[in-house]
């Protein structure tokens, strides 16, 4: 029987609450030859020598007998003699395992857990391979953990947090410059759920926070890598640049844009321009006093 990878593999997932990455389980075989290479305490030279396994050579008899644990108030267990024969798991054991080989049998792994719509997804994250358990069980977790649901991101908090992951390190005025508003409460909301952390200060005046995304926010959006993000064209570095400059060196409008009278020696406003009044005939007939309706002046009586 050949060894088997891929058992090995689950058994470390299920053993282990970290991720697991590629480099860790190509130096735990590393470690697995370099225990075998080593002469056991009490074993005999000359089985080493013969080719035997150290297992065998410094193998020892533990009988398989009840064992009483005061513990336990007189429960009694069986415990069984550690034995390493299995040849799926301790016999023929590759000297390299590629970084292929392990993705292909995590690969599988992951199928057959999905194909079985069991309570265990496999992921393979950030920061390596883990266990996860079904979505459709959260609640039943958050009851047991007494953890209260997820609250959503609002779609301020989305904003911010997309300026963030394509722009970072960013700080905070650059992020209201882009959004035009105070970005204040969706940092804090961010940094509450972990999605973002303080990276450092900014070689600006004053020494700016400057915010970037976490691990987290990886698994978050699902990705493992920030080059893995979708391409933005509006989320570019170039376009936030020209954003923030266009926003750091905006000008207060004038009197003219905003439709006021100028003052003197300013000029002549747009919007405020001379209108020629076209003067009709009848209007200069109705202006006319008329002689019949005309009241006679004092002079006029005197002549009279």
Same mark, same amino acid.
């Given at each position: 029987?050949?060894?088997?990878?891929?058992?090995?593999?689950?058994?470390?997932?299920?053993?282990?609450?970290?991720?697991?990455?590629?480099?860790?389980?190509?130096?735990?075989?590393?470690?697995?030859?370099?225990?075998?290479? #080593?002469?056991?305490?009490?074993? &005999?030279?000359? *089985? +080493?020598?013969?080719?035997?396994? !150290?297992?065998?050579?410094? /193998? %020892? $008899?533990?009988?398989?007998?009840?064992?009483?644990?005061?513990?336990?108030?007189?429960?009694?267990?069986?415990?069984?003699?550690?034995?390493?024969?299995?040849?799926?798991?301790?016999?023929?054991?590759?000297?390299?395992?590629?970084?292929?080989?392990?993705?292909?049998?995590?690969?599988?792994?992951?199928?057959?857990?999905?194909?079985?719509?069991?309570?265990?997804?496999?992921?393979?994250?950030?920061?390596?391979?883990?266990?996860?358990?079904?979505?459709?069980?959260?609640?039943?977790?958050?009851?047991?953990?007494?953890?209260?649901?997820?609250?959503? #991101?609002?779609?301020?908090?989305? &904003?911010?947090? *997309? +300026?963030?992951?394509?722009?970072? !390190?960013?700080?905070?005025? /650059? %992020? $209201?410059?882009?959004?035009?508003?105070?970005?204040?409460?969706?940092?804090?909301?961010?940094?509450?759920?972990?999605?973002?952390?303080?990276?450092?200060?900014?070689?600006?005046?004053?020494?700016?926070?400057?915010?970037?995304?976490?691990?987290?926010?990886?698994?978050?959006?699902?990705?493992?890598?920030?080059?893995?993000?979708?391409?933005?064209?509006?989320?570019?570095?170039?376009?936030?640049?020209?954003?923030?400059?266009?926003?750091?060196?905006?000008?207060?409008?004038?009197?003219?844009?905003?439709?006021?009278?100028?003052?003197?020696?300013?000029?002549?406003?747009?919007?405020?321009?001379?209108?020629?009044?076209?003067?009709?005939?009848?209007?200069?007939?109705?202006?006319?006093?008329?002689?019949?309706?005309?009241?006679?002046?004092?002079?006029?009586?005197?002549?009279?």
């Amino acid at each position: 029987m050949a060894f088997n990878l891929k058992k090995v593999l689950k058994a470390l997932l299920f053993s282990s609450s970290q991720p697991i990455s590629v480099k860790d389980i190509q130096a735990l075989f590393t470690r697995f030859h370099d225990q075998n290479a #080593l002469p056991l305490v009490g074993a &005999e030279p000359q *089985a +080493i020598a013969g080719g035997q396994s !150290p297992f065998e050579a410094a /193998e %020892i $008899e533990i009988p398989n007998e009840e064992i009483s644990s005061p513990a336990n108030d007189g429960a009694e267990a069986v415990v069984a003699a550690p034995t390493e024969t299995d040849e799926e798991l301790y016999q023929d054991v590759p000297s390299l395992i590629t970084a292929a080989q392990i993705r292909e049998a995590m690969d599988e792994l992951a199928a057959e857990l999905r194909a079985a719509n069991d309570i265990y997804l496999l992921i393979d994250g950030a920061n390596g391979y883990r266990l996860v358990t079904h979505p459709r069980f959260a609640r039943w977790i958050r009851i047991l953990r007494d953890e209260p649901a997820p609250v959503k #991101l609002t779609q301020s908090a989305l &904003e911010t947090l *997309a +300026i963030i992951a394509y722009r970072q !390190p960013v700080t905070r005025s /650059e %992020i $209201e410059s882009i959004r035009g508003v105070s970005a204040e409460a969706g940092l804090s909301k961010l940094l509450e759920r972990e999605l973002v952390y303080i990276v450092g200060r900014a070689d600006l005046p004053g020494r700016p926070l400057q915010y970037g995304t976490t691990d987290k926010f990886l698994e978050f959006v699902g990705v493992k890598s920030l080059v893995e993000l979708p391409a933005s064209d509006v989320l570019s570095p170039r376009q936030i640049d020209e954003w923030i400059k266009n926003a750091t060196n905006a000008t207060p409008p004038a009197d003219a844009e905003m439709g006021l009278p100028l003052e003197e020696g300013e000029g002549v406003s747009p919007n405020f321009e001379p209108v020629e009044v076209e003067h009709h005939a009848h209007a200069d007939i109705a202006a006319e006093p008329h002689p019949a309706s005309d009241p006679a002046t004092p002079e006029d009586k005197t002549s009279a």
